[in-house]
């Protein structure tokens, strides 16, 4: 079967640094997104990694590794506004997107 | 409008009844997706549509259908509810192949008694 797996919560301080982990078994690959889901609002798009290696993007960065079907992402100088869950999605060898159920980051100041 | 819109915001019904959730981007999109969110669970697809006049299933279709009759509009009905279809919905969107970004609309929330 086709599993995603990442932390259900995490905590952090304000100005500090988190990774978010996420593992995966699924039927093919065709790439890894990281979205942002603030409470109550919809998924936004944070990364995507396509190939092995980091992928930064200002505060942001994204980390693959295909051989070992593993993933994080890496939040730097934490904001409150961090407070959000992290989704950890995997494009299938039917183009349809497998999602773990969310990583909820708790920041405390 | 710019991006997805979803209607209603939220809903409650009685079980056993038809509803149907609205759902329209404006961004000429080709494919659109239906996904429920529980606690506790990743986001699950019920139906998509590669392009116009093309549907699919996903992982959990029982009980919902859809049509495309055209680019911009993607409406998710439940025939009869049941109460194990209390959930959020979310409808979104994507440029077909390659990096398939997936753009949300707002959500539904819906409460089936």
């Known amino acids: 079967g086709q599993n995603i797996d990442q932390p259900t919560e995490m905590t952090a301080t304000e100005g500090a640094i988190v990774q978010i982990n996420c593992t995966y078994q699924?039927?093919?690959?065709?790439?890894l997104f990281w979205y942002q889901q603030h409470a109550g609002e919809a998924p936004t798009f944070l990364s995507y990694n396509v190939l092995d290696g980091l992928e930064e993007k200002g505060r942001f960065s994204s980390f693959l590794s295909r051989s070992k079907g593993y993933s994080y992402l890496l939040l730097k100088e934490l904001q409150m506004k961090d407070s959000a869950s992290y989704l950890c999605a995997v494009m299938d060898s039917n183009y349809q997107l497998i999602w773990g159920a969310g990583t909820k980051l708790i920041i405390k100041p | 409008i710019a991006g997805i819109t979803q209607a209603p915001t939220s809903q409650i019904l009685a079980a056993g009844r038809r509803m149907t959730l609205r759902c329209t981007q404006d961004m000429r999109h080709n494919a659109m997706y239906w996904y429920r969110q529980d606690l506790g669970l990743g986001l699950r697809l019920i139906h998509y549509s590669n392009t116009a006049g093309t549907t699919g299933k996903g992982e959990v279709p029982d009980g919902y259908s859809v049509s495309r009759a055209n680019t911009d509009d993607f409406p998710l009905t439940l025939a009869s509810a049941v109460p194990s279809q209390t959930s959020v919905y979310f409808c979104a969107s994507s440029e077909a192949g390659g990096r398939n970004e997936q753009f949300f609309g707002p959500g539904t929330r819906l409460t089936v008694l």
């Open positions: 699924t039927s093919g690959f065709n790439g």
